[in-house]
């Protein structure tokens, strides 16, 4: 069975109801399933998704720099575990029990080097990072300002928070921070004075968008709406770590801020090609989040192959042996970007308002290129393009809310190292002859309203839902 045909054959049977079949089960699971079927009724239900082989167009993982799929991250690490074999394979304990140990301290050492902070810390994911400094952090009568589009974790850290004001900004938008910054002073002199603080959370590469924080502009705001320094920024670098920056050292160190920053969130899990999340900050935040984050306090230390795995992927980057990817993604991008301009089917549908990129306007004016790209489609019409894309063995998962606002579905593309230009040529077509067949139909030249490959796909949940 080909991946396209396991993996719909997987979602169409994700999107059957199942409450109608479970009038005798216990009402618990009853009641968990019709929420359940909520999602399903709209063919929006998320399940585990089969994985695919090298013969999948790879538009979509996290493995921004090939060190994964190449196996040189897993050779790196096998290399580690040798070089150390008398390792103990657990942690046993938190930070401020047994878990300290000296292999630990060394890797978040050479770490925060590298990024030219005081302090690193350890997390079990990225997630779990941004959950720790906004619930140990930030105090009562404190406040937390955020992009309207931050991540979820941020969102769930806030959930945890403490902080007295949690109030949202429109999405990189400087006039906008400066406003809800004047309006935090206004409210409550504590903040002017200085006694009360304020966490400023942004993103570097954002997640769903792919633009670039204007992080030089929201930190000279800061500044001079609180001089003082209660206004401190914790920064999500997830998507730009290993991709921009000196030898992938992230946006910071690009825009020369690493000083200005008072915490920086890290992911492994990426660019990095392991799993975990590091906090970049100095020793009296990192106390903080010892004393008071409790996600932090009460979790066992990493153990060390996973310390290992992250030791490895930064080696990489410390080498410089990764510049060459970093190269290759700009390249990869810059070539989409061309390639789906002088397409003349895509000005046509993009002019009818059918599909979208905003990242293509005034790219060519831009230093770097994000690799998260996203395309932006009528509302369904993400699943119609999703649908085409893996059966043209492509993958790029669609998106549509909850995952990003009502009325911004689309297909979220991610450039890797390890894409060709034929691949990009490839994805290119297929997207354009998508449009075509979208404006056919909207001209009425078409024989059905939907799509060839989503009337496939419909037609195999149809028979799912018989079976």
Request: aromatic share 8%.
């Amino acid at each position: 069975m080909s991946y396209s045909d396991l993996m719909l054959k997987s979602w169409a049977e994700e999107q059957r109801l199942r409450v109608p079949t479970m009038k005798n089960a216990p009402a618990f699971y009853r009641n968990l399933e019709q929420i359940l079927d909520t999602r399903r009724q709209g063919n929006y239900m998320m399940g585990l998704k089969p994985r695919w082989d090298d013969s999948v167009v790879d538009f979509t993982t996290g493995d921004f720099l090939s060190l994964s799929r190449s196996g040189r991250i897993r050779e790196a690490f096998l290399k580690e575990l040798e070089d150390h074999r008398d390792f103990d394979l657990g942690a046993s304990g938190s930070r401020v029990q047994y878990g300290n140990y000296d292999y630990l301290n060394m890797v978040e050492k050479e770490i925060a080097d590298f990024h030219s902070a005081e302090a690193v810390h350890f997390t079990n994911s990225g997630f779990h990072a941004n959950q720790a400094l906004l619930s140990g952090v930030p105090q009562p009568g404190d406040a937390i300002v955020y992009d309207e589009l931050v991540h979820a974790s941020t969102h769930e850290g806030m959930h945890l928070s403490l902080a007295a004001h949690k109030m949202s900004f429109r999405h990189n938008d400087p006039d906008a921070l400066r406003d809800v910054l004047t309006d935090l002073k206004t409210m409550q002199p504590t903040f002017a004075a200085g006694t009360r603080s304020i966490i400023i959370c942004v993103e570097t590469i954002y997640s769903m968008d792919g633009d670039v924080c204007a992080l030089k502009e929201f930190i000279q705001i800061a500044k001079e709406e609180f001089p003082l320094g209660n206004a401190q920024f914790l920064v999500d670098e997830a998507h730009s770590i290993g991709v921009i920056g000196d030898k992938g050292r992230g946006l910071c160190n690009l825009l020369g801020v690493e000083k200005d920053i008072a915490m920086r969130v890290h992911a492994a899990s990426k660019a990095l090609g392991s799993v975990g999340g590091m906090i970049l900050c100095n020793n009296t935040i990192r106390y903080m989040l010892l004393n008071q984050a409790r996600c932090v306090t009460f979790s066992c230390a990493p153990s060390f192959p996973a310390v290992a795995a992250i030791r490895c992927g930064y080696k990489f980057l410390m080498s410089g042996e990764t510049q060459k990817e970093q190269e290759t993604i700009q390249r990869n991008v810059r070539h989409f970007f061309k390639s789906l301009q002088a397409n003349s089917t895509w000005e046509e549908a993009s002019d009818e308002g059918l599909l979208s990129v905003p990242l293509l306007e005034d790219w060519e004016q831009r230093p770097f290129q994000a690799h998260v790209v996203p395309l932006r489609t009528r509302n369904r019409h993400e699943q119609f393009l999703f649908f085409q894309l893996l059966l043209n063995s492509m993958n790029a998962y669609p998106m549509a809310f909850p995952v990003v606002p009502k009325g911004q579905t689309r297909v979220r593309l991610v450039f890797h190292a390890h894409n060709t230009l034929e691949q990009i040529d490839r994805l290119v077509n297929v997207i354009c002859s998508f449009a075509r067949e979208m404006l056919d139909i909207e001209a009425g030249e078409a024989e059905s309203m939907l799509p060839i490959a989503a009337r496939q796909i419909y037609a195999m949940q149809a028979a799912a839902v018989q079976g």
